[in-house]
């Protein structure tokens, strides 16, 4: 996506929660050194999408993935959030796609397709579901600090 003067830079380690607990766990697990350099489609620059296009498209995506994780069609999801990112059906939008991977991580069983397209993005064949685990606990735990007590 080309910048214009209302888009905004979108620092998908830092702005997603998904990589930032990603890096949490490498952390965790003294991957530290390996996690940091940006590889993948994070070495591109990336810019938030646009408020009304993000939620048209937060809107109109949840169905298709729901069809595809009934059919357990893991490749095709995998593909669907890659092409999210990279901008194959509209313009390239990686926050978009981070999201929607957040919501299908703590509301399905597609950690098999999660993990295949968490490991194309960030150019890191070290995740493992192992990983996914741990970030589910920290969001948990996240979700629970945050209730009133």
Do not use: C
Request: hydrophobic fraction near 35%; aromatic fraction near 8%.
């Amino acid at each position: 996506m080309e910048p214009n003067s209302s888009s905004y830079p979108f620092l998908p380690l830092q702005d997603s929660l998904l990589l930032d607990l990603l890096s949490k766990v490498a952390k965790s697990l003294g991957k530290e050194e390996q996690w940091k350099p940006p590889e993948g489609l994070l070495k591109r620059e990336h810019f938030y999408t646009p408020n009304s296009t993000k939620q048209s498209l937060l809107a109109s995506y949840p169905p298709k993935i729901r069809s595809m994780i009934s059919k357990q069609e893991w490749h095709s999801l995998t593909e669907l959030l890659i092409g999210i990112a990279e901008g194959k059906e509209a313009s390239p939008a990686l926050d978009v796609s981070l999201e929607l991977a957040e919501w299908i991580l703590t509301g399905f069983d597609a950690k098999e397709s999660l993990l295949e397209f968490l490991q194309k993005i960030t150019g890191k064949d070290f995740i493992s579901s192992d990983w996914l685990e741990q970030v589910v606990q920290y969001m948990e735990e996240s979700i629970r600090s945050d209730l009133p007590q």
